[in-house]
Nanobody
């Protein structure tokens, strides 16, 4: 199975920046579709960003132009750099993976990390 571990969460002030990471093991990293999701109590889970095996990226409308998803194949690590954070960005951020070519947050992701908490104070 694909094993995913997030890191880098924390607390930041309104307008601040934060980077989080997800390291994968158990499968060829360069062939994975990788995504970030976030969950806040009382809200539906939201797909944040995705990066495909070809390096193509896509973002939720709510984070586009503020967040950047990237990967380092040599380190088996995916990143999410977040800027211009607001309290509405607060939540548990999860990385997810799938082995199939089709890559988008609307797809089924069978592999998930444990999550890392991001809290933005007002």
């Amino acid at each position: 199975q694909v094993h995913l571990v997030e890191s880098g969460g924390g607390s930041v002030e309104d307008g601040g920046s934060l980077g989080i990471s997800c390291t994968a093991s158990g499968y060829t990293f360069s062939t994975l579709c990788l995504a970030w999701f976030r969950q806040t109590p009382g809200k539906e889970r939201e797909g944040v960003a995705v990066i495909g095996r070809d390096g193509a990226t896509a973002y939720a409308r709510s984070v586009k132009d503020r967040f950047t998803i990237s990967r380092d194949i040599e380190k088996n690590t995916m990143y999410l750099q977040m800027a211009g954070l607001s309290p509405e960005d607060t939540g548990m951020y999860y990385c997810a993976a799938r082995k199939e070519w089709d890559c988008g947050v609307g797809q089924t992701f069978p592999y998930w990390g444990q999550g890392t908490q991001v809290t933005v104070s007002s």
